[in-house]
């Protein structure tokens, strides 16, 4: 069972969907700096869950995300990282939108981090 | 205050004099990325300067010490063709400044801002209460050139980039 709830506020979200062994965690609206503290401390409890559910894919659409500041997409560098640590096999796949193309090169960086774990794609 | 300016005729700038605060994050980016849907017609620009909106009001809102900050968007044609420049002012303390300068000179010399964005990154993961990426991602990720200046206690950031001259045409 997941424990993860839902985060719905006042220009943005983050819904949570477990589908067998697949995380899904869907962003919509604006993260900026209003909302970056409560954006990582949500990460943290993913990355809490993805452990005790032994996961093997956490998807992370972004594709209604509209902006990321950069403390959130810190946040998610240390997702990445901290996935990497006791979570051997698991794989981190962020969905994009390619109408907006600051989304690719936003999270880029967790592909160059983490080359063999990462994958960033963009949907149709 | 950003410098006076003696605009010449049709000239296109905004200027928004604000108190720095949170709340008015999301009006302040939505005036930039409408002037810059106006002038120019590359969703690139548009986002790279939403980005550029987003952080250095973030900044100001962090660090000023005034109780008035400015920011402004503008036109400036070259031989080249047309550039968006967005500059920012406020007053902060002695320390923020130098560690601003600081970070801002060293950017504006790298040549690699993806490598150096990187590293940034790395960096930052020791420092759990500050990610200090903000003005590094404008180079990287919005293609954004940067540059400074100090006067007394104030500091002006200055981000600018190119727009094709095919895309003038609308009016902000």
């Known amino acids: 069972m997941l424990g993860l709830e839902p985060m ?4 943005h979200s983050v819904v949570p969907r477990l589908d067998d062994r697949k995380l899904f965690l869907k962003l919509a609206g604006t993260f900026d700096m209003k909302s970056e503290l409560e954006l990582h401390h949500y990460l943290q409890q993913v990355q809490i869950e993805a452990r005790k559910l032994s996961v093997l894919e956490l998807v992370i659409d972004v594709t ?5 500041g950069s403390t959130c997409i810190k946040s998610f560098v240390t997702l990445t990282l901290g996935l990497q640590n006791g979570t051997a096999g698991m794989l981190l796949r962020v969905l994009t939108n390619p109408r907006l193309d600051w989304q690719g090169r936003a999270f880029s960086i967790l592909a160059r981090l983490a080359p063999n774990s990462v994958i960033i794609d963009k949907t149709a | ?7 010449p005729r049709h000239q296109r700038y905004v200027v928004i004099e604000f108190a720095p605060t949170s709340g008015c994050l999301g009006s302040i980016v939505s005036v930039v990325t409408d002037f810059c849907r106006n002038v120019v017609d590359d ?3 548009k986002y790279a300067f939403q980005l550029a909106a987003y952080e250095l009001t973030e900044n100001m809102v962090n660090y000023s010490t005034g109780g008035l900050v400015s920011l402004r968007v503008e036109v400036e044609r070259s031989l080249q063709g047309l550039e968006i420049v967005l500059s920012t002012w406020n007053e902060t303390t002695p320390e923020r400044l130098a560690d601003a300068v600081a970070q801002l000179e060293t950017l504006e010399q790298v ?3 993806t490598a150096h964005f ?5 960096q930052s993961l020791v420092e759990p209460n500050e990610s200090r990426l903000g003005l590094g ?3 990287a990720a919005g293609g954004l050139a ?13 981000v600018r980039r190119s727009a094709r001259a095919s895309d003038e045409g609308r009016n902000p």
């Open chain 2, 137 to 139: 991602r404008l180079r």
């Open chain 2, 146 to 158: 940067l540059s400074h200046q100090v006067a007394d206690s104030s500091l002006v950031v200055q």
């Open chain 2, 43 to 45: 969703q690139r620009i």
């Open chain 2, 118 to 122: 990187d590293e940034l990154v790395r």
């Open chain 1, 8 to 11: 719905t506020r006042e220009g």
């Open chain 1, 64 to 68: 209604e995300a509209y902006y990321l």
């Open chain 2, 111 to 113: 040549t690699d801002p």
């Open chain 2, 1 to 7: 205050m950003i410098p006076a300016q003696s605009p």
